[in-house]
């Protein structure tokens, strides 16, 4: 199962973009780049995935490099409610999702 | 949001006991997923199911059972409760599994102690 790896903390101020990074090099050429996030007391949830191309919806954009070792979640303007854990996340060979301890961010007003 | 719930949402239980968690959806998907969040841990996949009857063990299925007779449920034991399986347990659905590129859904999770 391919492993992610990403920076533990990262803070923002509101109304600014955000740049979340996640390095998977390990990731398979056939396995989409998942995106969750977690806030306090709730359970995850979906914010994109992208397997090659950029992605944007209307929580976030997908950036995925060319040699789709590393993606980063880009958040235009991040508001106090954006302030959560991330996870970046391949799937793994059971077709679930594996998670591994995200980036916690935290949105200063 | 997808129709998916957990009971309970809390449990206190002691050392020993049968524990029985549910998830229910009304989304008619096809996969669900146990997982138990620790903290240093994050999310770790217990059991899944692929269908009715269908499940699979997952990283950390030790002392754990679980059934789906329906496809709406989804039921997870915990045959003899220890203090090692207090933990937040949350249950997600999918509707195609993941790497056929479908998001999955996640419940808002049970508080389980043990003591």
């Known amino acids: 199962d391919a492993k992610t790896t990403q920076p533990n903390s990262m803070e923002s101020n509101e109304e600014e973009p955000v740049h979340l990074p996640c390095n998977h090099s390990t990731i398979s050429g056939t396995d989409y780049i998942h995106w969750y996030r977690q806030l306090p007391s709730q359970g995850p949830e979906y914010v994109i995935h992208g397997l090659t191309s950029n992605v944007n919806n209307r929580m976030a954009s997908l950036a995925i490099a060319e040699d789709r070792k590393s993606s980063t979640l880009i958040l235009h303007r991040a508001t106090l409610r954006d302030a959560a854990v991330y996870y970046c996340i391949s799937p793994g060979s059971q077709g679930n999702l594996i998670f591994g301890k995200g980036t916690k961010l935290s949105v200063k007003p | 949001d997808a129709g998916i719930t957990q009971s309970p949402r809390h449990k206190v239980t002691e050392t020993g006991t049968p524990v029985t968690l549910r998830c229910h959806q009304t989304e008619n998907h096809r996969y669900m997923y146990w997982y138990r969040q620790d903290p240093g841990h994050g999310l770790r996949l217990i059991h899944y199911s692929y269908g009715v009857k269908d499940t699979d063990k997952g990283e950390v299925s030790d002392g754990y059972s679980v059934s789906r007779s329906k496809t709406e449920d989804f039921l997870l034991t915990l045959e003899s409760a220890t203090s090692s399986q207090t933990s937040v347990y949350f249950c997600?659905?999918?509707?195609?599994?993941?790497?056929?590129?479908?998001?999955?859904?996640f419940g808002q999770g049970t508080r389980l102690t043990v003591v």
């Open positions: 997600a659905i999918s509707e195609s599994g993941v790497r056929a590129s479908t998001e999955a859904f």
